[in-house]
């Protein structure tokens, strides 16, 4: 029987069960990636509960908690748990972040992958959120500073400019010093420009021998291989990219004047002590002057004479704007997987009329045919567009006016009738235009024919065309009436390969066994048409044929070249504990002679996880400690085709009526005027440069991945270096090509990255790089077989064939020097400046008569006067070391990151020194006046190349600030928007005086134009 008192406890229990429901909290919200991605199946918990739940196929969740003071936790295998107290949220919309623990990351290697805690090679791998928003026309830009040991330099940002890309330094004089570039495995035959960086997934560095040597031939200068985003199984996602930069030179240009008095004043100066014409006298120049009206000192002064021009306000743009724009749509399911990007990039230039434009069409389609049967096919389309604006004075004399009277409607202010270089006057005269296509197709087959086999299939067809188009009109032509000319160039590489990969284990024993074959063809072919001479410029270069019968040139050449591969690899481990990989690749090319048509390339890697010993248990702080070692062979293969046949050459001469061709042994390269060197003559045991390399490293990781330090020392040995050997006068020939010399490379790579704070919504993290590299010259040759020359003072070198004719005529410039680093600067010590007529007496010689105010020189020989055996070798343009540091910062949806960039400890030669108007005046004018700067004399001739040019080029420089915020909308279809502000270029700290310390391999700075700063302001929507 039910008693009152058992219904109110009944009723009490009931009441308080919906009390007790009713003070439940639902929470609803969107798990994200930090690419936009919707994640299934991340676990949502209440902590200290048994309260869970997880997200859907599109990220979503439902929750309900006890109450407002609870937090939930998120956690999903790869990512870092992120714990959010609920407070008076009732939607929670969560980005998760990667996990910081690298150890089961898959780094890519060529013809696999392997988990990073297996790696026993030196590899670097950089992801596509460390380069996200930063605007780049290719993705070589966005290496420099990211890399340790990979040197990149950047020295034009003009548009379609590449980067130079250098792996542990340079180790040939004649074959290719570029890294071998890889892309979704195909060895691409260009560099990285046609590479949309918003389709980078990731990019790999290989830098030592183990992981080079599977790429045999290819791979003496290291490997860049580049993975492309691919389609993922989940429903359809939209993103739209979007990015509007503007650009600014960063400094003023240091050779044009604001003070035309001073400039004049100077330049009658320059006259009177040299005994020329002295031209600021009020009267028209003569033919040294090149015409022209030149002002008095007086008109300018007073202003009588009234015109001023900025030349540069008609040559370059004061600024100039890229608009960079995505459009792509990624998906699937299991089935088929799929991404599809349209990329389109137009660029202004510096130069006003300087426009460059590109589309780019990337898709990839992943097909899984049978369970065990996977079809990969991508395809890029590549269209370029590039008008290029020329021959731009914007030194011309700024006293002279663009217009007659600068009244337009007067016409053009020209100085004579022969003067071709107004800017304004040439402005939309010049046809310079250069349209390119490519197109790359790639299929991949995957079939696992087994748990432990699979056999992978590849198909590469690459090709592209090239169209230059050029006409100078006959009013802008000195010589001829009209110049016209048309270049066509295609090119065209296939590439298949097979390899078949083993898998198994037994007991705590695990192996990959991997072999394969690689089959690969190339052919080039070029077209050159030009005609001089036209009866109209109307045509422009359409017509060609209506040239001058004795002004029509033609040109043309075909090259084809083959490889053959077969390639194995044996990666073995016991334990994940004690680690090894053994590699070896026989190539056989076309390029080289019949007798030494293959070469193997070994290598073979160690490595040793301490960590997974039991002394190491105890260092429970402690994610990581690896040792490794390797030693291999790789090679180079970059030179002509054909270098070693017997080549015949062809040369035309006109006879007064129709042009005849001559054809003969041998192929000719001209020295100017009627000079030339012969080469062309066989060499069947010509060979690839081989280089040897040890590395030894360790791969540290403490306090939950929090600090990760990478170390590696290198030593490289190349040998067999191409180069050309001197041939006797009786073989009709100067030079043949040959394997004869030696360089060695050695140094360190450091990369150290750290967590430096780490809580709940903030972070701070940090990313520092080091690369010391050493270069020196072993072997190249003696003085008989390759011309070596050995001076004054026992230094044997070779000249590397750099001119700077306009500067300093034909003295040698830099050398190839025996026990010295490549390209060292070769020329006189500088001591000072001759101060009076006594010192003008005594001194050595290097002209006729010494006179005051001119340099005066180191007499090393100690014969008394100046000539070539006082030179020494007197700079160095190899930097001491390169190094990087990345910070990134992180609160809640803000993000802030910087990356400095920096090269030490190097030469540069100065050809823009005593040019700019701010050295000018500071000119020798008297005893003692200055020990430093000669005077302006007119009649001093061609200077002495000497230490006097070259500057310390170190130099540290803001490379490039990024300020985002990620924006969250899933009840309006956009699953992530991120807006953000990006500055490149922003600063660089240094002592050197030119525009710009960063400059070629060469080390020489020409001074063009100042580089550009650029702001961009960018978004990127996922819907």
């Not at 008076?88 to 623990?101: D, M, Q, R, W």
């Not at 890889?182 to 790999?204: C, H, K, R, T």
């Not at 792509?328 to 299991?334: A, K, N, Q």
């Not at 990345?886 to 990356?899: R, V």
Request: charged share 20%; glycine share 8%; proline share 3%.
């Amino acid at each position: 029987m039910i008693t009152f008192k058992k219904l109110n406890f009944i009723f009490l229990f009931f009441l308080l069960s919906f009390i007790g429901v009713a003070q439940k909290i639902e929470i609803k919200g969107t798990v994200l990636s930090q690419k936009g991605e919707f994640l299934p199946q991340v676990a949502v918990f209440e902590k200290d509960t048994k309260n869970a739940t997880v997200t859907d196929f599109d990220g979503k969740f439902t929750i309900s908690v006890n109450s407002r003071k609870s937090i939930l936790s998120f956690s999903y295998l790869g990512f870092l748990t992120q714990d959010i107290l609920v407070s008076k949220k009732n939607i929670i919309n969560v980005i998760l972040v990667e996990s910081s623990t690298s150890l089961d990351e898959i780094v890519i290697i060529g013809y696999g992958n392997v988990r990073k805690k297996d790696l026993t090679g030196s590899v670097s791998t950089l992801k596509a959120e460390q380069i996200k928003g930063i605007p780049a026309s290719n993705a070589g830009e966005l290496l420099q500073g990211r890399v340790a040991g990979l040197n990149v330099i950047n020295p034009s940002d003009e548009p379609g400019s590449q980067a130079t890309l250098r792996i542990r330094g340079s180790s040939t004089i004649k074959g290719n010093a570029s890294p071998l570039i890889v892309i979704d495995g195909f060895p691409y035959p260009g560099g990285l420009d046609e590479i949309n960086p918003a389709d980078i997934e990731s990019i790999e560095v290989l830098k030592d021998a183990s992981a080079s040597a599977i790429y045999g031939s290819q791979g003496a200068n290291g490997v860049i291989i580049v993975t492309r985003k691919q389609g993922k199984a989940n429903r359809m996602n939209i993103y739209l990219t979007s990015q509007t930069t503007t650009s600014s030179f960063n400094k003023d240009f240091e050779n044009v004047w604001k003070n035309t008095l001073l400039m004049a004043e100077l330049a009658n100066e320059k006259a009177i002590n040299g005994g020329g014409v002295v031209p600021y006298v009020g009267a028209s120049g003569d033919e040294e002057l090149q015409g022209g009206f030149y002002p008095s000192l007086e008109q300018i002064r007073s202003g009588d004479w009234p015109y001023y021009t900025d030349w540069t306000d008609y040559v370059y743009r004061k600024s100039s704007e890229i608009q960079n724009t995505n459009l792509g749509v990624y998906g699937g399911s299991d089935k088929i997987k799929y991404n599809v990007n349209l990329n389109h990039w137009s660029q202004e230039g510096s130069k006003i009329d300087n426009n460059y434009e590109k589309i780019n069409l990337f898709s990839t389609f992943n097909i899984k045919l049978l369970n065990n049967l996977k079809f990969t096919l991508n395809t890029t389309y590549t269209n370029i567009k590039f008008r290029n604006n020329n021959f731009t004075n914007y030194t011309r004399n700024p006293l002279w006016p663009v217009y007659n009277s600068n009244n337009p409607a007067e016409g053009f202010y020209l100085v004579s009738d022969n003067d071709f270089f107004h800017p304004a006057y040439r402005r939309g005269k010049i046809t310079d235009e250069t349209k390119s296509e490519d197109f790359l197709v790639s299929g991949f087959l995957d079939w696992k024919i087994t748990d432990q086999i699979t056999f992978n299939s590849r198909a590469n067809i690459k090709s592209g065309t090239n169209i230059k188009d050029y006409y100078l009109p006959s009013i802008l032509s000195q010589v001829y009436d009209g110049i016209g000319s048309i270049e066509n160039t295609t090119d065209s590489k296939r590439v298949f390969e097979n390899y078949i990969t083993y898998k198994n284990s037994f007991k705590n024993h695990n192996y990959t066994i991997m072999i394969g074959n690689s089959e690969q063809s190339t052919n080039d072919r070029r077209l050159f048409l030009e005609g001089r001479n036209f009866l109209s410029d109307v045509l422009g270069n359409e017509n060609l044929s209506s040239a001058s019968v004795e002004n029509q040139f033609v040109d043309n050449f075909q090259f084809n070249t083959g490889l053959s591969s077969y390639y194995g690899r044996l990666n073995y481990s016991i334990n994940s504990k004690y680690l090894l990989t053994l590699t070896g690749r026989f190539d056989g090319s076309s390029k080289f002679g019949k007798n030494s048509k293959w070469g193997f390339f070994p290598s073979g890697a160690l490595a040793w996880n301490l960590l997974d010993e039991k002394f190491m248990q105890h260092f429970d702080k402690i994610n990581q400690f690896k040792i490794r070692a390797s030693y291999g062979v790789s090679g180079n293969d970059g030179i002509e085709a054909y270098s070693t046949q017997s080549r015949f050459g062809e040369d035309q001469f006109y006879n007064g009526s129709q042009w005849q061709s001559v054809i003969g042994p041998g192929v000719n390269s001209s020295l100017g005027g009627r000079l030339f060197q012969w080469r062309g003559i066989a060499n069947d045991n010509l060979k690839w440069e081989s280089t040897s390399q040890l590395n030894i490293g360790t791969d540290f990781e403490a306090f939950d991945s929090k600090l990760k330090v990478t170390f590696d020392y290198y030593y490289k040995n190349t040998t067999d270096l191409l180069r050309d050997q001197v041939l006797p006068l009786s073989s009709g020939f100067d030079f043949m090509l040959v394997n004869d010399g030696e360089i060695d490379n050695k140094g360190v790579d450091v990369t150290l990255e750290g967590i430096l704070l780490k809580k709940q919504e903030l972070s701070l993290s940090g990313t520092l790089t080091f690369n010391r590299n050493r270069n020196e010259i072993i072997s190249i040759g003696s003085e008989a077989n390759a011309g070596l020359i050995t001076d004054f003072f026992e230094n044997k070198f070779l000249d590397t064939g750099v001119s700077l004719e306009n500067t300093f005529g034909s003295q040698t410039i830099s050398v190839y020097a025996l026990g010295k680093p490549l390209n060292v600067f070769y020329g006189y010590k500088q001591l000072g400046i001759i101060q009076n007529n006594d010192q003008a007496q005594n001194f050595p010689t290097y002209a006729s008569v010494n006179q005051p105010g001119d340099p005066y020189y180191a007499d090393l020989s100690g014969d008394g006067i100046i000539t070539s055996d006082d030179r020494v070798i007197i700079g160095d343009p190899n930097p001491n070391f390169t190094g990087s540091l990345a910070l990134n910062f992180k609160y809640k949806k803000f993000e802030i990151s910087t990356l400095f960039n920096g090269a030490f400890g190097y030469d540069i030669l100065d050809t823009r020194k005593f040019e700019r108007v701010t050295e000018k005046p500071l000119r020798w004018t008297g005893e003692n006046t200055t020990n430093s700067w000669p005077s302006l004399r007119g009649d001093r001739g061609t200077p002495l190349f000497s230490d006097w040019y070259l500057a310390d080029g170190s130099f540290l420089r803001i490379q490039n600030v990024n300020l985002a915020y990620t924006f969250n909308f899933p009840d309006f279809g956009i699953k992530s928007f991120k807006a953000y502000l990006n500055a490149t270029n922003l600063h660089t700290f240094t002592s050197f005086k030119g525009y710009d310390p960063e400059v070629g391999t060469n080390g020489i700075y020409y001074g063009f134009r100042p580089r550009v700063r650029r702001f961009t302001i960018g978004f990127n929507i996922n819907f």
